[in-house]
C-alpha cells in the first residue's frame, strides 16, 4: 500500500464524521439527550483526530499522484491549501466538543447554548469539507472540473433512443 492508497483510505473520515456528528447532535437536541448529544461531541472529536491521519499521508499521496500524467501542481495546490484549512477547522471542532463534553458532563447552566454553538460552527465546517473534498476529487476526476467539457461521440448518439 502506498501513501496514496493510504490517503484515499483514511481522507473521508475527517468529513464523514462530522456529518454524522452533526445529525447525533440535532437528534440529541430534539430529544433532549444529553447522552445523544455527548456521543455527537466524541464524533467530533474524532473526526478531529481523522483529520491529523488525512493530513499526514496527504504529503506522501503529492509525491505520488504528481507522476502521473494529466495531474498539475495547480490542483494539488489548491487542494492542499483547502486541506490545510479545513484540518484547522475541525481541530477547533474537536477542542469545541471536548469542552462541550465538559460541560455537558458537569452540567453547567451555559452547556445548552454551548451544545447549539457548536453545531453552528460544525456546518461551518461541513461547507469547508465539501471544499476541500471537491479540490481533492479534482486532482484525478476532471469530470467534476469546471472547466470540464463533455464530449459525446457519434456512438453515444446511436444508443440514444428516438421516437
Known amino acids: 500500500m502506498n501513501e496514496a492508497y493510504f490517503h ?3 481522507n473521508h473520515l475527517p468529513i464523514i464524521f462530522p456529518i454524522v456528528g452533526v445529525i447525533v447532535m440535532i437528534t440529541g437536541l430534539i430529544f433532549k439527550s444529553d447522552a445523544v448529544k455527548r456521543t455527537a461531541f466524541l464524533i467530533f472529536i ?7 491521519a488525512a493530513m499526514i499521508s496527504g504529503e506522501g499521496a503529492e509525491d505520488v499522484v504528481e507522476k502521473i500524467s ?11 491549501e483547502s486541506a490545510e484549512l479545513y484540518s484547522i477547522l475541525t481541530y477547533i471542532l474537536g477542542a469545541l466538543s ?13 452547556s445548552n447554548t454551548t451544545n447549539i454553538a457548536i453545531l453552528i460552527f460544525a456546518f461551518v465546517v461541513l461547507y469547508f469539507g465539501k471544499e476541500t473534498g471537491t479540490t481533492g476529487g479534482e486532482i484525478r476526476h476532471t469530470e467534476i472540473r469546471p472547466d470540464y467539457q463533455a464530449t459525446r461521440t457519434d456512438n453515444h448518439h446511436e444508443n440514444e433512443d428516438h421516437d
Request: charged share 20%; no cysteine.
Open 8 to 10: 484515499l483510505l483514511v
Open 46 to 52: 474524532i473526526g478531529s483526530i481523522t483529520a491529523v
Open 70 to 80: 494529466g495531474v498539475t501542481e495547480n490542483y494539488i495546490e489548491r487542494h492542499e
Open 98 to 110: 471536548l469542552f462541550g463534553l465538559w460541560a455537558s458532563i458537569k452540567q453547567k447552566t451555559f
